[in-house]
């Protein structure tokens, strides 16, 4: 089956700067890759994801890049805020049929202001 | 509109006590996962539901655990004879689509501690 592996577990920042997040995968049949963000008392949020077909995909502050051929991808904040401090969680799975996603074990990032 | 509600948001109990944790999806959605989180990991996925389909199952961790979904709507996660090692956060997330790909939205969870 699926394993994913997530780095770093913490991770702290100054406001303004930038934060990347790292996840390793090991099924080559995996080709959706979604990140959440956990809030404090919350459930996990989708934030953003990318397919297999796209190498990279942005969203304002948030963009996620894709290795396939070294199954890694990795999620970069630009120009932090105190707000982005959460738990983040990559995961991993194939695109269709009903198997579930593979999670990794989450990243606290704490921007200090 | 409302989101994902779950029920109790806190619960202990004692070992070998049965607990029911509740999850009320969005309404309209077809999808209904459950997931636990144990402290300092990822969300481990326990059950699946799709419409009128055959759950699928394949995440549960023992024959201690059932789930059922009632009416396509609400859904009650059933841990019999608990263990310690059942003390997680159990999450629920409920989807509009007919893959998991499809955007999930969770609750807020229920956190079970065993004593």
């Known amino acids: 089956g699926e394993n994913v592996e997530q780095h770093p577990s913490t991770l702290s920042v100054q406001e303004g700067d930038s934060a990347v997040i790292k996840c390793t995968y090991s099924?080559?049949?995996?080709?959706?890759f979604p990140w959440y963000k956990q809030e404090l008392g919350k459930g996990p949020q989708l934030i953003i994801d990318?397919?297999?077909?796209?190498g990279e995909k942005k969203d304002q502050r948030i963009a996620v890049t894709l290795n396939k051929t070294a199954k890694h991808f990795s999620l970069h904040i630009t120009e932090t805020q105190p707000e982005d401090s959460a738990v983040y969680f990559c995961?991993?799975?194939?695109?269709?049929?009903?198997?579930?996603?593979?999670f990794g074990s989450g990243t606290r990032l704490q921007v200090q202001p | 509109g409302a989101g994902v509600s779950q029920s109790p948001s806190n619960k202990v109990t004692e070992k070998g006590k049965d607990v029911e944790l509740r999850c009320d999806p969005i309404?309209?959605?077809?999808?209904l996962y459950w997931y636990r989180q144990s402290l300092g990991q990822g969300l481990e996925f326990l059950i699946y539901?799709?419409?009128?389909?055959?759950?699928?199952k394949s995440g549960l961790p023992s024959d201690r655990f059932s789930a059922e979904r009632t009416g396509g709507s609400v859904s009650t996660l059933t841990i019999q004879r608990t263990q310690q090692e059942d003390s997680a956060v159990y999450l629920c997330?409920?989807?509009?689509?007919?893959?998991?790909?499809?955007?999930?939205?969770f609750g807020p969870g229920t956190r079970l501690t065993v004593l």
């Open positions: 997330a409920s989807s509009s689509g007919v893959s998991y790909t499809d955007t999930q939205y």
């Open positions: 099924d080559s049949a995996s080709n959706y």
């Open positions: 990318i397919r297999s077909n796209v």
């Open positions: 995961a991993a799975g194939p695109d269709t049929g009903r198997r579930a996603l593979t």
């Open positions: 309404s309209g959605h077809t999808a």
């Open positions: 539901f799709q419409g009128n389909s055959a759950p699928d």
